[in-house]
């Protein structure tokens, strides 16, 4: 059973237009979030981290998180081609310092022109 | 910018056969990890490690062993490679202190069994 459930498995976007991508965890241990973008044929990379209830912005890219429900949410305006990519949520539990970040099955994006 | 690289960088294997998958990181990382992705699945997470000399299974161990030598090598080891284990795999590290906990993938090795 998948521990991180993302939705939806793939979206569509216009160019210009905003992505809303969804993660929750089942396991209530976890306290820390993060995003990680993998383009086709390449390696994850960290996009936004968050472990705090609120909102957090850089740029284009807005992420959310309720720590009562397990939920956080990634948020891209202004999308463009170059975001189309797999969008990878993980989450860890970060008791006494160790941690191994669990994945969820990814969201893909496509932004088309 | 951190480095982790991996080898090879793709492999073909027989059934049965032992494969070795190799990962090296240069970053003074204390936790290192071992993923597959398959399409479908996100990544899984196989072994890890904290610390030289010890690891710890994952989300799906079965069929694979690991081994940490030293801080900066961490390696995946497949003692009879099944056709199910066809996937690509990724090796990463991070740091163990607050704010250090960002993964760092290396290129990943895309293994084929026959």
């Known amino acids: 059973q998948q521990k991180v459930q993302q939705s939806p498995e793939s979206l569509i976007v216009p160019e210009g237009g905003m992505a809303s991508l969804n993660c929750t965890s089942s396991?209530?241990?976890?306290?820390y979030f993060w995003w990680y973008r993998q383009h086709s044929g390449k390696s994850p990379k960290m996009l936004m981290?968050?472990?705090?209830?609120g909102e957090k912005e850089e740029g284009r890219f807005t992420v959310h998180l309720n720590k009562a429900s397990l939920h956080t949410s990634l948020h891209i305006r202004d999308s463009q081609p170059s975001d189309s990519a797999l969008y990878l949520c993980?989450?860890?539990?970060?008791?006494?310092?160790?941690?191994?970040?669990?994945f969820g099955k990814g969201t893909s994006l496509v932004v088309h022109p | 910018e951190a480095a982790v690289t991996q080898s090879p960088r793709s492999k073909v294997a027989v059934t049965g056969g032992k494969v070795t998958l190799s990962c090296h990181q240069t970053?003074?990382?204390?936790?290192m990890y071992w993923y597959r992705q398959d399409t479908g699945h996100g990544l899984r997470l196989i072994h890890y490690?904290?610390?030289?000399?010890?690891?710890e299974k994952g989300d799906i161990p079965d069929g694979y062993k690991a081994s940490r030598p030293s801080q900066e090598n961490f390696s995946l080891i497949l003692e009879l490679a099944s056709l199910s284990q066809t996937a690509v795999y990724f090796c990463?590290?991070?740091?163990?202190?607050?704010?250090?906990?960002?993964?760092?993938f290396g290129s990943g090795t895309r293994l084929t069994v026959l």
């Open positions: 970053n003074n990382h204390d936790y």
């Open positions: 990463a590290s991070s740091g163990r202190d607050w704010g250090s906990e960002t993964l760092y």
């Open positions: 993980a989450a860890s539990m970060r008791n006494g310092g160790n941690y191994k970040p669990t």
């Open positions: 396991d209530r241990n976890v306290d």
């Open positions: 981290s968050i472990f705090s209830n």
């Open positions: 490690s904290y610390v030289a000399d010890s690891t």
